[in-house]
């Protein structure tokens, strides 16, 4: 694959963390609404969480460390792993909404694009190149 695309979509990637991460600090209270009530001190977990977001787009963009870079798109593939519950939250509050929310053609796509984001945060970041390349077969692979 295209290292000129990846590198886009690593810096698309990235800025997209960054905003985000601005917006938790900035104005925390549309994450507050959606955070899941089982969290704990969902002020503070805004707050850490957009810190996150920003020092994972720090680390996905910087050019000059391969192992910062790999640290980084993988911290914000489990990001993105773990508000998932955040984005099924909002999915169920916004379905007893009497007017429905931003409604299902919003938020199926946004979960089912979540796993997307993930691998996305691997590939750019160079974790993995699946599935562009595939590993080598193992001399005790079944043939």
Not at 32 to 37: T, V
Not at 40 to 45: L, N, Q
Not at 61 to 67: E, T, V
Not at 91 to 113: E, T
């Amino acid at each position: 694959m295209n290292s000129t695309f990846r590198a886009v979509l690593r810096w698309t990637l990235g800025l997209a963390y960054l905003v985000a991460g601005y917006f938790h600090l900035a104005t925390p209270r549309p994450f507050l609404e959606i955070m899941p009530s089982w969290v704990p001190a969902p002020e503070s977990v805004v707050k850490w969480t957009g810190i996150a977001e920003m020092a994972g787009a720090a680390a996905l963009l910087q050019p000059w460390s391969l192992r910062w870079r790999l640290a980084g798109a993988t911290a914000l593939a489990l990001y993105a792993v773990c508000v998932f519950p955040a984005n099924v939250n909002h999915l169920m509050l916004d379905l007893v909404r009497q007017n429905g929310g931003f409604g299902l053609a919003y938020h199926i796509p946004r979960l089912a694009f979540q796993p997307v984001l993930v691998w996305l945060a691997l590939w750019t970041g160079g974790v993995t190149n699946w599935p562009f390349t595939r590993r080598p077969p193992d001399e005790n692979d079944q043939a």
